[in-house]
């Protein structure tokens, strides 16, 4: 079900990406860095079920590693501890974050073999795409 999401995706675009960060929170010093940085994004599956799910770049290196609806401790490129549960909704990855009242949710999608990652927080939605680089 999430092999479409399988491989290792480079960005390419990102747009209000900013705004997302300002609206989690983030600083400015981490903001910079974070809008200059081009993620790899690389997730696997074993036969078990067990999703591993990698943000690579310069900047930072984040991993986790989950089965679909089980929520589990995350530590985020911006140092929050959030509760996240992934879920696939529509065909959609749907990555929700918790932590301090408050919440996040990141869906991805394969739309024309591009991965198409929405940020929403509140309001404020940024988006960023990713193609396929292996
Ligand atoms: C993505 O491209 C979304 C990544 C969201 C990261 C939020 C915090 C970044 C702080 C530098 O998969």
Redesign the pocket.
């Known amino acids: 079900m999430v092999d479409k999401f399988v491989g290792t995706w480079k ?1 390419v675009s ?1 747009d209000n990406f900013d705004e ?2 300002k609206a ?1 929170g ?1 600083g400015f010093a ?2 910079q ?2 809008n200059r ?1 081009k ?1 790899n ?1 690389i997730l696997n599956v074993d036969d078990q079920g067990l999703i591993c799910m990698k ?1 690579q770049s310069t ?2 290196t984040t991993e986790v590693k989950f089965k679909l609806n089980e929520s589990f401790a995350e530590t ?3 140092d929050r501890k959030t509760t996240t549960v992934v879920s696939l909704e529509n065909g959609k990855l749907v990555q929700k974050q918790t932590w301090d009242g408050k919440e996040t949710t ?1 869906e ?1 999608e394969v739309i024309d073999g591009q991965l198409v ?1 929405t ?1 929403k927080m509140g309001d404020v939605v ?1 988006v ?1 795409t ?1 193609v396929k680089e292996a």
């Open positions: 960005m990102s997302y960060m989690l983030v981490t903001r860095v974070g940085t993620p994004f943000s900047f930072k985020t490129a911006d990141l991805r990652a940020c940024a960023r990713y």
